[in-house]
């Protein structure tokens, strides 16, 4: 099993739409699940992060992590053809170094 | 904003070739990381660096890998003879110390291609 799984896309949606990004891990150690956003032939951007199980909300992202079944989701309200972008989650817990995950390629069509 | 700067943005060179990629981490930052994307796969980590020494490598990071901080403000990674499959983007982060060590600010890559 790979250590971080998501469906890579790419995954379409009409503007203003609710996007549903997920991820899953096997490593239970991990206490930290950061995502990060990646425009085309650009650096990775951090976008938010939680620690533990729990929700986080930042605007129009929400972030999601269920411990117990090791798996994490980001959602995007009111979704913006800005937003177009691959979302990699990335565990991490210290003294571990980052895993990141394939990621999801998602376009917002205007 | 302070932010992770990288050059050059886009490298050739001949396969055997040595290589040094450069990244200038956020300031106050005291961890730094190189990590490596091939196209269209997942980002990949190097090498952390703390302290003037690394703390951690994967196994893509061999002997023909090394990384320097030589002087207050620059973190260097240098390709001793590059291969082919060392064709890649090339991405340095650094993050801060304590409970920030986590959050790590990447830089906008350097688009290595060995040919």
């Known amino acids: 099993q790979k250590e971080v799984e998501q469906d890579p896309g790419p995954l379409s949606v009409p503007e203003g739409a609710i996007v549903s990004l997920n991820c899953t891990y096997s490593n239970s150690a991990f206490q930290y699940f950061m995502w990060y956003r990646q425009y085309s032939r650009k650096g990775p951007e951090l976008l938010m992060y939680t620690y533990s199980s729990g929700n986080k909300e930042d605007g129009r992202f929400t972030a999601q992590v269920d411990k117990s079944s090791k798996y994490i989701s980001l959602f995007i309200r009111d979704s913006q053809p800005s937003d177009s972008a691959t979302y990699l989650c990335a565990p991490y817990n210290y003294g571990q170094n980052f895993v990141f995950g394939p990621g999801t390629r998602l376009s917002v069509l205007p | 904003e302070p932010e992770v700067t990288q050059t050059p943005s886009h490298q050739v060179t001949q396969m055997g070739q040595e290589v040094i990629l450069r990244c200038v981490p956020i300031?106050?930052?005291?961890?730094f990381y190189w990590y490596r994307q091939i196209l269209g796969q997942k980002v990949e980590f190097l090498v952390s660096?703390?302290?003037?020494?690394?703390?951690?490598k994967s196994e893509i990071f061999d002997d023909q890998f090394s990384v320097e901080r030589p002087d207050g403000s620059n973190f260097t990674l240098k390709i001793r003879s590059t291969k082919l499959e060392d064709s890649a983007m090339y991405f340095c982060?650094?993050?801060?110390?304590?409970?920030?060590?986590?959050?790590?600010?990447f830089g906008p890559g350097t688009r290595l291609t060995v040919t």
């Open positions: 660096f703390y302290n003037n020494e690394i703390s951690e």
């Open positions: 982060a650094s993050s801060g110390a304590g409970s920030r060590s986590y959050e790590q600010y």
């Open positions: 300031s106050n930052h005291l961890y």
